[in-house]
């Protein structure tokens, strides 16, 4: 999307509308000396670009948001789908010291972990990892299912989800990333990958006026 | 900060110079009929805001600015010292079983190393840690200035550095947190840290309009 730039027309309106709304499209047109037809563009992208609310039988009225509010507003509106990674996943029999090698090839800070039929069965971050490593069993034969965070105390997400509820699950639960996921009749199917590297990359965005 | 809500006599003020800039405060006073001290504060703020700029003997011109790319203009101005965590730096004798230990304890992702002048040497991430934790020597005979990430390999940051670089270095280089130095006669001096996790607390913060 591109920043908002109003016309001279539209910064009109919007003045209009502000000191006589609710106001119809009508009304509006007969202060500025013009017709409906020629408005509805402008009345469009303001009430696209949520300056104006439009109510049937009602009319036009101010939102009372300014740029800063809006772009607050879009950001709740952001969907996992459009930041997400892809997943790195392996089975629960998969040892701890093959997790590792895993982790490292694939250079992923947290790995997916599945059973037989795909279906998401448990999470491993580096933390469980090097929790696992500084005990006192062999690492190639310990299985991941022993050590892993397992159902139901696996925070997910789906891919309509909004971004900034992830982002504050992320933060208040302490963890790096959330599989997104999706339901099937045997449980949940691992389709990506949300972390606080795409949260950064976010922000990067942001600030380089790519987002919004 | 708070949200940029423009009055009334502000909004004409923009449209005003919008269309006649570069023009004078003198000027603007005129064509709304009052005086240039009355206008004074309406100026201060859309100029402090970003919409408008003063030259000295040309008078004020519209930055052709909207809220979105003003939000993108003050993201880019954020400085490291208003988001950085407290940081946990051990000595470079101390051993990888003891610096994981110290990890979980002050359950931090990166630890610090530092020299007897309490200068920074070296950093160990989670990865380097899980790295050593799966070859052969025993972790608690090993010193961590064997296995860290030693200067000058390391990405580091100062307190008045712009968030938003650290950011990219942290994305560029795929590490979780820089240490932010002060720069002493001896070396860098840790007085901070910045992370991931600060980045993803920042977007939260904005979706929320408390910074901005």
């Known amino acids: ?8 027309r539209q910064e009109q309106i919007l003045q209009i509308v ?17 017709t409906r037809a020629t408005l509805r563009p402008d009345l469009a992208i303001l009430t696209m670009s949520g300056f104006l609310e439009a109510r049937p039988r009602v009319g036009y009225f101010f939102t009372g948001k300014t740029g800063t509010q809006l772009l607050a507003d879009k950001l709740k509106k952001l969907q996992v789908k459009d930041f997400q990674s892809i997943p790195v ?21 947290t790995l997916f972990v599945v059973d ?17 490593s500084i005990g006192k069993q062999e690492l190639p034969s310990i299985p991941v299912h022993i050590i892993m965070t397992r159902m139901p105390n696996i925070t997910v997400c789906r891919k309509e989800d909004f971004i900034m509820d992830v982002a504050k699950h992320l933060i208040e639960k302490q963890i790096d990333a959330l599989p997104v996921i999706k339901d ?24 380089e006026n790519e987002i919004i």
Chains 1, 2 share one sequence.
Not at 1 to 8: G, V
Not at 116 to 132: E, F, M, N, P, Q
């Open 18 to 34: 502000k000191e006589n709304g609710p106001i119809t499209g009508e009304h509006i047109a007969d202060r500025l000396n013009l």
């Open 1 to 8: 999307m591109s920043t908002i730039e109003l016309n001279k």
């Open 116 to 132: 037989d039929h795909s279906i998401l069965t448990g999470v491993l971050s580096r933390k469980d990892l090097l929790r696992a």
């Open 89 to 109: 996943v392996i089975h629960e029999n998969v040892s701890v010291y093959d997790a590792i090698c895993t982790m490292f090839l694939e250079d992923v800070g």
């Open 184 to 207: 099937t009749d045997k449980g949940f199917e691992v389709v990506g990958r949300i972390t606080k590297t795409n949260m950064t990359k976010l922000l990067v965005s942001l600030s």
